[in-house]
């Protein structure tokens, strides 16, 4: 099972003060499932993260491609880390946001964890949906229309969500089987582009 | 005019990680004119700024109450600086959300800068109003049900909003201008609060 994802390459969005641990574990998790990973970032060089419980930086990681010059085809999953700082940077970038959208117009399948899925409200992706996330957001989440559940992780047609670092393992383990599984119809948002909130 | 805030008690409402100038530049205002200030906060202690930019701590300032504590019966108006960590964690506890909810259904003054509106949406009082944040979250404000705009200081019955560091200046002079006016009727939320996003 070791090569379940031998072929697929896979993008993981994420921007300064992302959370160490949400970015790491999954990346590698893909990796070691045979995947290729990329870092996409507003920004060419290197993001940092941020340890929220201590106030100061974590680990650096070298940026791969931009936003901007980033494309969903290229790709056959995508990855949102969370730490609080990171998605508040994503969401406000036009370039960020419209990358997130092309994956559920495209169906493939999408993880997000802990604040990673405020980036989906800002994508208008999350109306009908069921999904989790770090308990704080659950109400922005539904908000856009979401239907939030508090579980360790949740799958939804493709979509794979999680609260914080410590499901971390179940959430690797599901992104892996649905990123297996290819491209998922239900994934794709219902309401247009334009229609979503303005 | 040095004292137009005389007799006025206020409350500033922060966690960790809140955006130093936005907490301590309105503080200083609102004390120049006269009022008495008192930091609320969710435990004793103290709380710690974080810069945003840098990734590290900044200034730890000594906490009077807690939320648990604090009831906004013993206040003339109530603060909400920004920082994107800090909102994030007031809206995840019940008191805080509960002692924010307090000022608007007394019609009292309420300042929020940044990211600090993002409680206002926990608290179930942005329907119907008319604020700025933070650019980042528009679309949750807007998702309940606010109209956002893109001001320096926006004022509408007793709410002050700001978006930014810069807009400080405008932002504490409007503050200081509604709190000396007292209570606005048109700060009681329309909607009750078991009937607020669930």
Known sequence: MANELQGKKIAFLAADAFEESELMKPWEALKD??????????????????????????????????????????????????????????????????????????????GAVCHGPWTLVEAGV???????????????????????????????????TSRKPDDLDAFSKKLVEEIAEGKHQGQKPTVQAEATPS
Chains 1, 2 share one sequence.
């Open 33 to 110: 499932a045979g995947a290729q990973v990329e870092l996409v970032s507003l920004e060419d060089g290197e993001i940092t993260a941020l340890n929220e419980q201590e106030l100061k930086a974590g680990k650096s990681i070298r940026v791969d491609k931009t936003a901007e010059e980033a494309n969903a085809d290229d790709y056959d999953g995508l990855v949102l880390p969370g730490g609080v700082g990171n998605p508040d940077k994503l969401r406000a970038d036009e370039n960020a946001v419209h990358f997130v959208r092309q994956f559920f117009e495209q169906g493939k399948p999408v």
């Open 126 to 160: 999350v109306r009908g949906r069921t999904l989790t996330s770090f308990p704080s957001i659950q109400t922005d989440i539904r908000n856009a229309g979401g239907n939030w559940v508090d579980e360790e992780v949740h799958v939804d047609n493709g979509l794979v």
